[in-house]
């Protein structure tokens, strides 16, 4: 029976700040930095031995990666970087302060923008240019849905994690809040519309165990 551990990034500086952020690049604050060790501590009493780490591109999730990895002694394990791990990107909405487009939109459109599943921010009039993207051939969004964002993410779901999984390797991704959701919404069969409810704290690994035929059978938060 295989483990997959989830973990959202310890908290940023747009974390501390309450700003929107998506795809922008930001450093983990003191506290983040102690989450991440906390992270780890509880992971090392569990005893478990990953195969394989995931990550996304931007720092706060590498960084935080690389803490536990450090932290649990398998700095050892091999660790992809992909941009299918990225937050969702929030458009035009990046680096505002959350209440300044709460009190611009209202407070149902902003939770709109926050939580719903199908729900496009604001988007950019341009996509951005960034070298780590542009070797890969990928367009930066201008921005997404939690919808748009997942569809991004279950390729490399179907072609990079489950296989393992099914081949009883334990996996480690550490990521980001809303791509976080989206996969837990797949893995727990979440609707679209109760989406909107689940919460993925900095720095709280999320348990997840499975039978041989990759069905959740334990899942529990530490």
Do not use: C
């Not at 937050?87 to 923008?113: C, M, P, T, W």
């Amino acid at each position: 029976m295989a483990y997959l551990v989830i973990m959202r990034h310890g908290e940023s500086v747009a974390n501390q700040q309450n700003v929107f952020t998506g795809w922008s690049d930001v450093e983990l604050t003191e506290k983040g930095i102690q989450q991440a060790h906390i992270a780890a501590q509880a992971l090392q009493k569990l005893n478990i031995n990953f195969q394989h780490a995931h990550t996304s591109y931007l720092k706060r999730a590498i960084e935080t990666l690389n803490i536990v990895l450090d932290d649990i002694n398998q700095d050892y394990v091999n660790a992809t970087k992909t941009w299918r791990l990225n937050e969702r990107h929030y458009g035009a909405l990046r680096g505002r302060i959350k209440s300044d487009v709460k009190e611009e939109y209202g407070v149902e459109q902003f939770n709109l923008f926050r939580r719903s599943y199908n729900t496009v921010p604001p988007l950019l009039k341009q996509h951005d240019v960034d070298r780590r993207y542009q070797r890969l051939g990928v367009q930066i969004p201008l921005g997404e849905s939690l919808k748009m964002a997942s569809d991004r993410l279950m390729p490399y779901w179907e072609d990079q994690i489950a296989p393992k999984l099914l081949d009883n390797q334990n996996q480690l991704i550490v990521a980001h809040g809303s791509i976080l959701r989206a996969l837990i919404k797949y893995l727990d069969n979440i609707d679209d519309s109760d989406i909107n409810h689940v919460e993925v704290p900095n720095g709280k690994p999320i348990i997840y165990q499975f039978d041989q035929k990759l069905h959740v059978i334990n899942k529990k938060t530490i």
